[in-house]
């Protein structure tokens, strides 16, 4: 049997939200220490990596593992039926083919429960090792969700230079170019509107737009995002989760041709 | 112009 009740339904549409412009389909892998989910999107370029932590959860059982293969498209007709103050509560058997999303309003008065189809889906995982990154930048949220809306009306390309007074980043094509810089900030009074630059070397790397922006979709979910950043290797994309868990995205640089 | 790497060139499939 598994179960998982979250009193705010809020935050797994916000997590669809955060994965549906990547992901048509994704497993949703569950056990006892809570719900993982990893997926590469159809180019085999980008990953999603979600965690959400049981004891994040308002109850949560898993007596034995289970992966719930969710067409997200289905999933996000179903959680429409949400309404934002909704507690929702996944269930499903062990071995099923189905899962089961119950929601109920605050007061009780109105319980309503949908039940869909399970996927098989064979999605390949990737070994992601722990990684010392030679630039971690945090900034707000919607801070880097504007610079990248506002970058790629320029090109397909952005390219992130990070040295210890900041961060910058750059686009350019056919209307011309486009330079933000951000400097890192000096007094920090509330945590989420800091730009924080934590630098072993420096590192300027080139990332596709179109990626960022999809990243983006995970705004709601926190106030601040951070991007680890070294030479040659993925860029890590993070949001935290509320209490419960983080989301993180995976970007290889562009290389020259 | 430059090209986009597949993420299987950084990580190894479990």
């Known amino acids: 049997m598994f179960e998982a009740r979250l009193v705010q339904s809020s935050i797994l549409k916000k997590v669809l939200e955060a994965i549906k412009d990547l992901l048509n389909e994704a497993t949703f892998d569950c056990s006892d220490s809570g719900i993982q989910l990893q997926a590469m999107d159809n180019s085999h370029v980008s990953l999603v990596s979600m965690n959400l932590r049981s004891d994040g959860f308002d109850k949560y059982r898993c007596d034995r593992n289970i992966s719930m293969g969710m067409n997200l498209g289905s999933m996000t007709k179903i959680l429409k039926c949400a309404a934002n103050e909704d507690v929702v509560t996944m269930k499903a058997q062990d071995n099923a083919d189905t899962v089961t999303f119950v929601f109920e309003s605050p007061n009780q008065e109105k319980v309503s429960d949908y039940e869909m189809k399970l996927m098989n889906l064979d999605q390949e995982h990737l070994g992601i090792p722990e990684t010392e990154y030679a630039c971690v930048v945090r900034l707000p949220a919607g801070e880097f969700a504007r610079i990248c809306r506002d970058l790629s009306q320029f090109g397909e390309s952005v390219v992130i230079s990070c040295t210890k007074e900041g961060v910058k980043f750059s686009s350019a094509g056919d209307i011309g170019s486009a330079n933000i810089k951000l400097a890192q900030t000096s007094n920090v009074d509330k945590e989420e509107l800091a730009v924080t630059v934590e630098m072993q070397e420096p590192v300027t790397l080139t990332f596709a737009s179109r990626y960022l922006n999809s990243f983006t979709k995970a705004t709601s979910l926190s106030n601040v995002v951070q991007l680890s950043m070294s030479p040659d290797v993925p860029l890590v994309v993070e949001y935290r989760i509320g209490e419960i868990g983080h989301i993180r995205y995976y970007l290889a640089p562009k290389i020259e041709d | ?14």
Do not use: N, W
């Not at chain 2, 597949?6 to 190894?12: E, I, N, S, T």
């Open chain 2, 1 to 14: 112009s430059r090209l986009q790497p597949f993420l299987k060139d950084f990580y190894v499939p479990h």
